[in-house]
Structure formats: structure tokens, C-alpha cells
RNA sequence: GGCCCCAUCGUCUAGCGGUCUAGGACACCGGCCUUUCACGCCGGUAACACGGGUUCGAGUCCCGUUGGGGUCACCA
């Protein structure tokens, strides 16, 4: 029998990291061994906007690379792969608990069972219905409803004994069948609750093994239950820990970005990727643009196959030291029973140094055909691009190395692609440079001249001129790299100097040069 | 609060009774390199929550305490 995991997550609009990495261990799981990978929609709560709400999550799994082999868009031999499709279904199986006995038609109101709840609560024992508007004969149904009730279906749970459930990563669970409630499974307009979906899903799809999240652990029991009654095989279980916040053992939900935004690492995570989108012209709410929702990091340019080797360490591991997994790898080596009990915290530096470490290792081919979309985006470059993009974007990367840890920092060197006398000058960086020092643009103006003659224009060829132009003037390097970088670029910070020259080319930096000139020599723009 | 789960450096983890004076990674702190930034290199700080057992021997097994977390819907 092949080995066959689901994700099953409900349109909300957006994809959690924590799921991703749920759907990436029971993908894992099942590719792992030749088996199949299942995507379920759990919309079992119908809304309106169900593919609105859902582009978002399938197009982040597609981003990560986490195919399903059934599921939306492709359907499958066990569909409709949504529950709000396959009603029918589970009111079959409804009638089924109901002629074994295993569930019954009730007529209690909220308000009865809420003063039930209250009553326990006072009494300080946990809550047990006291099934006293169960219908059990056709004749009590009548007698109900004339009064006016609706019938809901609740499940018949046992009241002694105990649940034992044998979890892959957990070991082995107990619980006391009275803890559990008579849960409803269907309400009075028919319609049913997730419970009894995901077990009659789970079983039409032939799940094997259901691969979940932690906070479903305690619904296990009466989950087991339905299989049994219905007289289902029952599906090994295996309970992820969560991810949990930044620094704390908390679950990590959308809702409390306030909270992680007071974590530093969390926060720079955050502002590094805020100050791209807005140089994309993107809006960057909060609450649609955060490093807790998978978009995030492709829109700011990070490599899925980081975010996926971070995750899959996230709780897992293979042994003392490996790190870096390729998808191969990983398929081979993931093992649920490596899975740890505890919950493990994001930790934002570290996706980072995954990130940098992949992007260093992306052949520079690649690394050009990821950032080239930023500039466009970002309207440096025209779409499509002029022919000599490609070279020109190749020549700045291979300069900038590995300060490139997301395409989208490629906008840090906007400065390569903005009209010479559009350069933006960071006031400080020319303060500092140009205008404070006072032999500085005397200076400059010589070193221009310098440029100007220089042949060929080549970065060893300037670097070696340079040295010379310090030594004949009597200066330290420090003295005129400075300010020519803030000539050149507007910025105070940069890869190379030279290798900046030379991919700029003569005209260009000659051309800054005399405007930085210009421009240092009016006062600052603050005080102005 | 009831029930359930969890517990090794700040963080992710290795460790499945002796090889642990606890290993790796990220972060951090020094130093080197250096035209800025980044990288790189060298070195360093840093953990078995606590208390009882079991055992010749416990980070590793058991119990308790403490702490953390999850869950208690006609949500999923």
C-alpha cells in the first residue's frame, strides 16, 4: 500500500509559514517513500470568496515547489478535493453513525447547554451534557420539534475507558473517553462540521497517514472514533509541534505581529523587506505583507529552496552537523520518527543565513535572471529588457558578490541604473566626504582629471592609477576613495571602487563627478 | 480551571546508560583582512530547569515539582 499524507488547510487568504512546513513534512513523507501527496480544501464553513482566499495558498505551495498530486486545479480519482462539495458524503455517513448508534438527534438550545456548561464549571468538574434533549425514538423527534427546537447530530461518545492513540512523534497518548464531548456533526440546516469532514475525507482519499499539526491532538479521540464506527481503517497519526514565536514557546500566529515586531531580529527581517516593496511601489501594510505569511519572501526575492531548508530544520534534523539538504537530500533522509516533541521558535537570523548562503551559491546566470524582474519592477530597467541588461546586471553582481543575499537587494544599486543627473546623494555620505574635508573636491577635481586620461578604464587599471594618483599627492587611499564613491554613486556604503568605475565606464563617472561637484558646493539640502 | 503535550547554550539542534570536563549551526563578543559595506579567517563566552529515585554509573530510565505550551464551539 502506498503511502498517501494530505495538507488540508481552510481559505484564509494567505499561507502561514507554519503551514508550509506542516505541508512540507507530510509532502516529504509521502514523496519521500514513492507515495502521494494529497491537497484538500477545507472550506466546510462555506464562505463566499473561496478562490479569492485560495490563490494565495496554492500559489505559495507552487512557489515552494510542494506539488500535489490531487487536489484543486489538477482533481484527482477521489474528488471534489473541497469540502464544501461533497455535503452528500458526509451526510451519508451521518445516517451511518446514527442507524450504529454511535451518534443521536439533539434538540438542547445554547442557552440550555450554556447553563449546563456554566453549572459544571461551578461546580468545578468538567463538563459532561446531560443528553437530556436527546431524541432516541422517532416519536421524541415529533415531540421536539413541535416545540419549536432543531435538531442537531451529536456524536455518541463512550464515557469509560480510554483512548490510547500511538503518534509517530509523540509515542503513545491517553485520554479519558469521559473528557470528550458529545460533539455535534451536523447542524439542523444539515450542513456538517469539520470533525466528521475530515474523517470521511480522510478516508475517501485513502490517507494513510495524517500528518498535522499539534493543536489537533486532543481532537484525535473522537476523530478515531468516527473511523471506527464508521468502520474505517484507521490512519496512522503523526502531531507536529508548532512553530513558535520568535523567542518564546508561543504559537505563531498572523494576529500578533505588534508582539514580534518588539523582537529586533524580527523587526530588521520586516524592514528589510518593507524597504523593497516600497521601492516596488508596493503597498506594505502589515497586515497583508509580513514575515509570517509565506508571500512575503517572494515577493521581496528570497529563494524557496532556503525558506524550505530552514523549515525543514525547524523540528527536524538528521544528525549532529548536516544543514544544507537539496531536494534530493531531503527526500531521501526525512523521517517523521526525527521529528522533535518540542515546539521550535522562528528564528529570523537563520533563515537569513540560509538565504545568503543559497543566493552565494546560485550560479551567477541565475542570480541575473532573479534580480532583473526587481529593476523592472521597480521601473530601473524596461520590460522588456534593452539587450545589454543581462551583461551589465551580470558585471554589477559579480562585483556586489555575496551582498546580494535576496534579488531584491539588487535595488541597494539603483545608482547603476538612474540617469547621471538623476542620482540621488545621501546628504550625510556628502557632508562627510565632500563637503566637511577641505582639500576634498580640490581634490576630486584632480582625481577627475586623472579619469579622465586613463586608459585602458579597467578596474586594475584604476585601482593601480589610484594608488600612484595617493602616493604622487601625498595622501592615504582613505582620502580620495571616499569621496569619489559619494561622487559616483550618492552612497556612502558600496562593493568595490574601482570595479564601481568601470562598470559605470568613463563618461558616466565623469559626468557624476562634475555634478557631485556641484552639488557639494551648495549648502546642505536639510539646512537649506 | 479540566484534560493533554513539552523541557540540552539566546535560538535551531546532536545526544537513544559509560566514548559528555556535552558536539554542530545561527546569533553574540574579541582579533586579523580591508577604500566603505559585506564576505572570509582565527579565537572566545554560553546549556543538560529543580528534587527525588533506579543503577557500579544518568543529559540519557522512572516519579514528583516548577516552568512553558496546546486544547476545551452548532470554527477549521
Not at 98 to 105: D, K, M, Q, S, V
Not at 118 to 139: H, L, M, N
Not at 232 to 254: D, I, M, N, Q
Not at 425 to 453: C, G, I, S, T, W
Amino acid at each position: 500500500m502506498t503511502v498517501r499524507t494530505r495538507f488540508a488547510p481552510s481559505p484564509t487568504g494567505y499561507l502561514h509559514i507554519g503551514g508550509v512546513r506542516t505541508a512540507l513534512f507530510a509532502w516529504l513523507f509521502a514523496k519521500g517513500q514513492g507515495g502521494q501527496f494529497i491537497l484538500r480544501i477545507d472550506d466546510t464553513d462555506a464562505q463566499r470568496n473561496v478562490d479569492e482566499a485560495l490563490a494565495p495558498i496554492l500559489h505559495g505551495l507552487k512557489w515552494v515547489g510542494l506539488d500535489w498530486d490531487e487536489g484543486p486545479e489538477i482533481g484527482g480519482p477521489y474528488g471534489p478535493y473541497f469540502q464544501s462539495q461533497r455535503l452528500e458524503k458526509y451526510q451519508a455517513a451521518v445516517q451511518k453513525l446514527l442507524a450504529a448508534g454511535a451518534a443521536y438527534r439533539d434538540f438542547a438550545t445554547t442557552e440550555e447547554l450554556q447553563a449546563e456548561r456554566e453549572e459544571s464549571q461551578k461546580a468545578g468538574k468538567p463538563f459532561v451534557y446531560s443528553r437530556k434533549w436527546r431524541a432516541e425514538t422517532d416519536a421524541d423527534v415529533k415531540r421536539l420539534e413541535a416545540e419549536g427546537r432543531a435538531g442537531v447530530v451529536r456524536l455518541l461518545m463512550p464515557r469509560e475507558g480510554q483512548f490510547v492513540l500511538n503518534d509517530i512523534i509523540r509515542g503513545e497518548v491517553r485520554i479519558d473517553w469521559a473528557s470528550e464531548q458529545d460533539h455535534v456533526i451536523q447542524r439542523a440546516d444539515g450542513t456538517c462540521l469539520y470533525h466528521l469532514a475530515t474523517v470521511v475525507d480522510d478516508h475517501d482519499m485513502q490517507i494513510t497517514h495524517v500528518v498535522r499539526a499539534e493543536e489537533h491532538l486532543s481532537n484525535t479521540a473522537r476523530q478515531v472514533f468516527m473511523f471506527e464506527r464508521l468502520g474505517y481503517e484507521v490512519p496512522v497519526f503523526a502531531h507536529l509541534p508548532y512553530v513558535a514565536e520568535p523567542g518564546s514557546k508561543t504559537k505563531l500566529s498572523k494576529r500578533k505581529l505588534d508582539k514580534y515586531l518588539k523582537n529586533r531580529d524580527f523587526a530588521q527581517l520586516m524592514e528589510h523587506g518593507q524597504s523593497i516593496a516600497r521601492r516596488l511601489g508596493m503597498a506594505v501594510s502589515a497586515e497583508t505583507f509580513n514575515p509570517v505569511i509565506v508571500d512575503f519572501y517572494e515577493q521581496v526575492g528570497y529563494l524557496p529552496h532556503a525558506l524550505l531548508n530552514y523549515l525543514l530544520l525547524l523540528g527536524w534534523s538528521l544528525d549532529d552537523k548536516t544543514e544544507d539538504f537539496s531536494r534530493e537530500d531531503m527526500l531521501k533522509h526525512f523521517s517523521l520518527e526525527r521529528v522533535n516533541k518540542a515546539p521550535a521558535s522562528f528564528d529570523c537570523e537563520k533563515l537569513v543565513a540560509f538565504e545568503t548562503r543559497a543566493m552565494q551559491r546560485l550560479p551567477i546566470k541565475q542570480r541575473v535572471a532573479k534580480a532583473v524582474p526587481f529593476l523592472q519592477r521597480a521601473k530601473l530597467v524596461s520590460e522588456p529588457p534593452p539587450c545589454d541588461t543581462a551583461p551589465y546586471v551580470t558585471r554589477i553582481l559579480e562585483a556586489a558578490g555575496d551582498r546580494l543575499k535576496v534579488a531584491g537587494d539588487i535595488l541597494d544599486f539603483d545608482d547603476f541604473f538612474v540617469a547621471d543627473d538623476a542620482l540621488q546623494y545621501d546628504e550625510a555620505a556628502l557632508d562627510k566626504r565632500l563637503r566637511k574635508p577641505v582639500e576634498a573636491l580640490p581634490l576630486l577635481k584632480k582625481y577627475r582629471e586623472m579619469l579622465a586620461a586613463i586608459e585602458p578604464f579597467a578596474a586594475d587599471r584604476l585601482e593601480a592609477a589610484t594608488h600612484e594618483f595617493v602616493e604622487a599627492n601625498g595622501l592615504k587611499i582613505g582620502d580620495i576613495v571616499h569621496a569619489v564613491r559619494v561622487a559616483i554613486t550618492g552612497k556612502a556604503v558600496g562593493f568595490g571602487l574601482f570595479e564601481t568605475l568601470a562598470i559605470l565606464g568613463r563618461e558616466r563617472c565623469l559626468a557624476r563627478i562634475d555634478r557631485a561637484l556641484n552639488v557639494a558646493m551648495q549648502p546642505s539640502a536639510g539646512k537649506a
